[in-house]
């Protein structure tokens, strides 16, 4: 086993009791906020397969999901210390302090491992008055490859080397952008397609927006007609139907005339009630009811002739006396005749 810091006399007393075989144990720095703020959520190791250090060195993190997964399974909460006091000092039996304790570990941003920090009160002074302004997370990489494991420790040091980001503890917890399988369910993939899938199903989408789009503005001919010939073809189709509706309401009326005048004629309905017959001919299926009516009705008035007959026929010439009598009066045989003989 092997400890290794940028200052080499730090290395010396380091504790490396229970690392994995062929592990080792590195500190590097990286900057506190500026304003002087205790952050909720620090960033321990930056995105990216190859961890590089302001020193030049660097290091393999290629496996952030395992880094994770080993943190979580500590199953205690990793210490914030002073000057890396856990690792230096505590070994020697002397007072190691905590600042802070660090728990719920999550990835961010592809791959930057980030944790959230509970300060103690001494912890939270210290950043505050700004007699630290830098957090050294403790690595423990593979000795062969230079692949990180799992971290031991962060100190509070005023010695940088990693760029990491600064937080401000009024900074919102970034939540994850995008939920991956949602994502592919829009596109109407399995849960386990691959980028390239997802990609390949993005263009197409894209590709069928393009198509619609110039569909739209340069509409196919067949299927659509300029909205002036539209307007003038509806225009002579509503012309159309106001004539056909006006001639079959004329005709209905002719025919409703003609059936109940029959009616009238035949003595199946009386003159009076000629109108009321007429009216119910015109409600819906009224004239062939009527027309059923008229067959089953009796006849209720014989008609009286009174056309045809000549009121002076067979009217009687004036005899001598009513000659007579009819002249002493000076009236003659048509005044007899209009107003009726004595």
């Not at 500590?74 to 007072?95: I, K, M, Y």
């Not at 503005?217 to 004539?243: G, H, I, M």
Request: net charge negative.
């Amino acid at each position: 086993m092997k400890i290794l810091l940028l200052d080499p006399a730090l290395s010396l007393g380091l504790n490396v009791a229970g690392l994995p075989e062929g592990c080792e144990v590195l500190a590097l720095n990286f900057e506190l906020p500026s304003d002087g703020s205790a952050p909720e959520w620090i960033e321990l190791i930056q995105a990216g397969a190859q961890l590089i250090g302001r020193d030049g060195r660097s290091w393999v993190n290629d496996d952030p999901q395992g880094v994770v997964a080993a943190l979580n399974a500590r199953g205690a909460d990793l210490v914030v210390d002073f000057e890396h006091s856990t690792e230096l000092r505590a070994p020697n039996g002397q007072q190691a302090p905590a600042a802070g304790w660090v728990g719920g570990f999550e990835l961010r941003d592809g791959g930057a491992i980030w944790g959230r920090v509970a300060w103690t009160p001494k912890g939270q002074a210290a950043v505050a008055n700004r007699e630290y302004r830098y957090l050294s997370p403790v690595l423990i990489y593979e000795k062969a490859s230079g692949r990180v494991k799992s971290l031991s420790s962060i100190g509070l040091v005023n010695k940088p080397n990693l760029f990491n980001q600064a937080l401000n503890h009024e900074q919102p917890r970034k939540e994850p952008q995008m939920d991956w399988k949602k994502l592919l369910l829009k596109l109407g993939l399995a849960e386990d397609a691959t980028l390239e899938q997802a990609l390949n199903a993005l263009g197409k989408l894209q590709g069928d927006l393009a198509t619609a789009l110039n569909r739209a503005d340069t509409p196919s001919l067949d299927k659509f007609v300029p909205r002036a010939d539209y307007d003038s073809a509806l225009a002579r189709a509503t012309n159309a139907e106001q004539t056909l509706t006006a001639q079959k309401k004329a005709e209905l009326e002719t025919a409703i005339n003609s059936e109940v005048e029959a009616a009238v004629k035949a003595g199946k309905v009386t003159p009076a009630t000629a109108d009321y017959h007429k009216a119910s001919c015109r409600q819906e299926g009224g004239l062939e009811r009527f027309r059923e009516f008229v067959k089953a009705a009796p006849v209720i008035g014989d008609p009286s002739n009174l056309d045809g007959k000549d009121p002076d026929k067979g009217a009687k010439a004036l005899n001598a006396e009513e000659s007579a009598l009819a002249a002493l009066f000076g009236n003659s045989a048509e005044d007899l005749k209009k107003y009726g003989a004595a």
